[in-house]
């Protein structure tokens, strides 16, 4: 009985980290495809992003409920009580990234003059360095890799100086080109929703760091 209630644990556990990595493998596509559809003012792939966030709110409720049912049922300790717990938050972290992509491919529509306006051409590598932090983090839970997870800490500093340089960037761009105001302020809002994607990897990161050795990385400076 004690074997059979190991085993079912475990292939609970194993669920819970499946759900986990299918929701990050969507928030990272997400990611991807509100970028490709903001730079190419593809209107129809923005509505993909935005239509496919519902998925992600499913899968968040799916690991809400199966980590209560975990808690309640199986009353774990220790590391396992840290994992049920990590799984729990960052499902609600990944939802929140989700979130910022679907934010992002809502701007498809707003942006005139693609083609003269150099501020766009920047934002690709910044997502490219949010997106990979999202699937590094992401790895690292489901390797329960807490050096990997300092990786990703350490990593979100670039993602915020590119935004800082972003910023700069259209500030100036506005005050040389009026005209290019409206446009340049939902890039500045898509800028802030990568930083703040950034910020969403770095506190999964940590999660995974105290789900592996039951401690957060407060050495390493944000």
Known sequence: MVDHTVKAFDEDITRL?????????LAELAIQEALEALISGDDELGQQVVARDKKLDMLESEVDAMAVRLL????????????????LKIAGVVERIGDYAKNIAKRVGRIEGRSRFEPLTLLPAMGEVAAEMVHDVLTAYAARDPV??????????????????????????????????????????????????????????EMVHFAAVGSYPTDIER
């Open 17 to 25: 980290r499946g759900l986990i990595a299918e929701m990050g493998g």
């Open 148 to 205: 990997l997870a300092r990786e990703v800490i350490e990593r979100d500093a670039k993602v915020d100086a590119f935004y800082d340089s972003l910023f700069r960037n259209l500030v100036s761009h506005m005050v040389e080109n009026p005209a290019t105001i409206s446009s340049a302020a939902q890039l500045l809002f898509v800028a802030r929703n990568l930083e703040r994607i950034g910020d969403h990897a770095t506190n999964v990161a």
């Open 72 to 87: 309640a049922l199986r009353a774990p300790m220790a590391g396992d009580l840290r994992e049920i717990i990590a799984a």
